[in-house]
C-alpha cells in the first residue's frame, strides 16, 4: 500500500480523496492546508495538518493547490526524496525542480464540489522526466481513471488552452443563450436538448464536420435579423463568431 | 385518425417521418418534393409526388421545407381549408396569411440524417391565431414529444437566436479546441469527458453559476501565455470572450 499526502482541500483535492477512498494500493494519509477552517471537512476521516514541517512521510505527496498557491508551498516544503506532483494544467513540470523525484498528474475535468464525478472516466495527464517515477505516476493514475496519457508540459498547456475554448468560453456561450431567453420570456429549457445533443455530436463526430447554422449557410438575411435582436456586446460577439465560422468554411468551398 | 401530407425530404421531414410511423392518431399519407430523386427513399413507404397540383386531401399539411423556399412554396399552392403548418425557426407565422388555417410546429433540436433522434424528449414549439387549430397543432405535437410550448412569432424569433450561440456558436469552440489539439498532436478525445461535463452543468444550474477559468478569476498570467499559443483569428476570439465574461462577472463583484 502507497501512502499518499494530499496538499489542498479544494475542488480536485476533494475529489481525489474521495477517489482514493477505496482504493486497495494507494492510501491518503494526511491532508494539509495552510487554514485550519477549510480542513474541517477533513478532520474526522484523515489526519491533518496546518504545519508544512509535519509533513507525514510518504510514498507520494499530491500538491492540488492553485496555481497561484503552487510556488509559495513548493517554496516553504523542506526538501524530499518523496515523489511530489502537482495537479495543473497550466503550471509546467520545472516548478517542482528541487524535489529529485517530481512530476504532473492533471486530471482533466470541470469540477464542483458538491456533485459527485465518476473518475474512471476522467482522462488523468501525467508527466515527469524519469522512467521509474512515471511507472508510479501512471500506477496512480490508472488506479482511479482509465483514460491515462502522457503529456508534455508543452502539450498540457496547449490542451489547457483548448479546454478554455470548449468549456470556459462554451460556458460563457450558454449564459448569452440563458439571457436571451430570460428577456424575451422564453424558458431556457426549451434550449436543454439542443445543447446536450450538440455536445454529444461533437464527440462522435468532427465538430468541423457537424457546423450548421445562418454563418455557414451565408444566410445574410437570418443574420442580420439576429443582429437587431441583440445587445451591442452580443453583436460583437455573434459578428466574430460568424465571421470566424465563414473564414474556415468558406476556404474548403 | 388524422392525414399528414409532408412537404420536404430534407432532416426534420425525415424524422418527423420517422416519428409519425407508429403514431395510432396521425397517418402521414403522402410526401411531396420538387425533386423526384429526395423522394426515392420514401417511395416504397408512402405516396410521393413532384407535383403541387397533386397534393393529396388531408387534415394537415406539413411544410418541411428550407426557409428561403418556404415562401415559393406557399406561393404556387393551390388555396386550401387545410391546416398548413410550418416548422422553420426563423420565418413568422404570418407568412401563411394566405391559408385560413395556419400554424407553426417547430421542434427545436439539431438533425443529423443518419443519427436517430429520440423525438419524445425534442421541445415542439408550436403557435397559431386560432384556438381550434391551436388544439389539433397541440395533439399533434404531444402524439410525439412531451414538451410542448406555445411560443409566439416574437419569442421563437429570440429562441432561434439563443440556439445559434449554444448550439451552433457552441460547435465552433468545439472545432477551434479541437484545431489547437490537432496542431499540437494531442487528441481532442481528453477533451470529451470535460465538453459533456460543462454541457449536462448547463442543464442543472445556470451555467451564469457555473462559469470558472482564467476570464472569470482574472488570472492575467494565465491568459496571457494562452495568447501566445494562438493565431491571429483565435486571439480575436479569445480577447473577445475573455472581455465578455469579465464584463459580465465584473459587474457584480
Do not use: W
Request: aromatic share 8%; hydrophobic share 40%; with cysteine.
Amino acid at each position: 500500500m502507497k501512502r499518499i499526502v494530499l496538499f489542498g482541500t479544494g475542488n480536485v483535492a476533494t475529489h481525489l480523496f474521495e477517489a482514493y477512498k477505496n482504493s486497495e494500493d494507494f492510501e491518503i494519509i494526511q491532508v494539509y492546508n495552510h487554514a485550519s477552517k477549510s480542513l474541517q471537512p477533513f478532520k474526522d476521516k484523515v489526519a491533518i495538518t496546518t504545519d508544512l514541517n509535519k509533513i507525514s512521510p510518504a510514498d507520494i505527496y499530491i500538491l492540488a493547490l492553485k496555481d497561484d498557491t503552487l510556488a509559495e508551498v513548493c517554496f516553504r516544503m523542506k526538501d524530499t526524496d518523496v515523489l511530489v506532483l502537482h495537479t495543473s494544467g497550466a503550471v509546467p513540470l520545472k516548478v517542482l525542480n528541487k524535489f529529485k523525484h517530481h512530476g504532473v498528474f492533471y486530471p482533466l475535468q470541470t469540477f464542483s464540489k458538491n456533485k459527485k464525478v465518476d473518475f474512471s472516466k476522467i482522462p488523468i495527464c501525467i508527466e515527469t522526466n524519469n522512467q521509474e517515477d512515471n511507472q508510479l505516476i501512471h500506477d496512480l493514475a490508472s488506479g482511479i481513471s482509465e483514460k491515462v496519457f502522457d503529456i508534455s508540459s508543452e502539450q498540457r498547456k496547449s490542451l489547457h488552452v483548448a479546454a478554455v475554448f470548449v468549456s470556459n468560453f462554451v460556458n460563457f456561450l450558454y449564459t448569452e443563450g440563458e439571457s436571451i431567453c430570460k428577456e424575451n420570456k422564453v424558458p431556457f429549457e426549451i434550449l436543454h436538448p439542443l445543447i446536450l445533443e450538440t455536445a454529444t455530436k461533437a464527440l462522435n463526430i468532427s465538430p468541423k464536420d457537424a457546423q450548421t447554422g445562418p454563418a455557414i449557410r451565408k444566410d445574410q438575411d437570418v443574420i442580420s435579423s439576429h443582429l437587431e435582436l441583440l445587445n451591442k456586446e452580443q453583436q460583437e460577439l455573434y459578428s466574430l463568431l460568424t465571421q470566424s465560422i465563414q473564414n474556415l468554411h468558406g476556404k474548403e468551398l
